[in-house]
């Protein structure tokens, strides 16, 4: 069983800039891939990012492209988001995920592991 417990989030100014971090206790391993989703008020949770095991490959959301980037410290089991040039859409609670046997993945479903989630306000 792995545990997941994100922070960082808050309110923030539009163009702004928040790191989030999720730690990993439990059954916590190099081979878990891990990622970032969000949901927004009213809206379906949607995929942010997610980086591989190693933490040699990396995919982005075409909405967060070039403003967020996921990072990894296995010695540490902690997982970050850093988010720059944020936007009032970016608004959403961030919850961080994980599953064992894969690389990466977009796909919500893949996951085994959640987070209970950190919530993000940008004003605008």
């Known amino acids: 069983q792995v545990q997941l417990v994100e922070s960082g989030g808050g309110l923030v100014q539009a163009g702004g800039s928040l790191r989030l971090s999720c730690a990993a206790s439990g059954r916590t391993s190099s081979s878990l891939a891990m990622g970032w989703f969000r949901q927004a008020p009213g809206k379906e949770r949607e995929f942010v990012a997610a980086?591989?095991?190693?933490?040699?490959?990396?995919y982005y959301a075409d909405s967060v492209k070039g403003r967020f980037a996921i990072s990894r410290d296995n010695a540490k089991n902690t997982l970050y988001l850093q988010m720059n040039s944020l936007k009032p859409e970016d608004t959403a609670v961030y919850y961080c995920a994980a599953y064992y046997g894969g690389t990466a993945s977009i796909w919500a479903y893949q996951y085994t592991y959640w987070g209970q989630g950190t919530q993000v306000i940008v004003s605008s």
């Open positions: 980086i591989s095991p190693g933490g040699g490959a990396t």
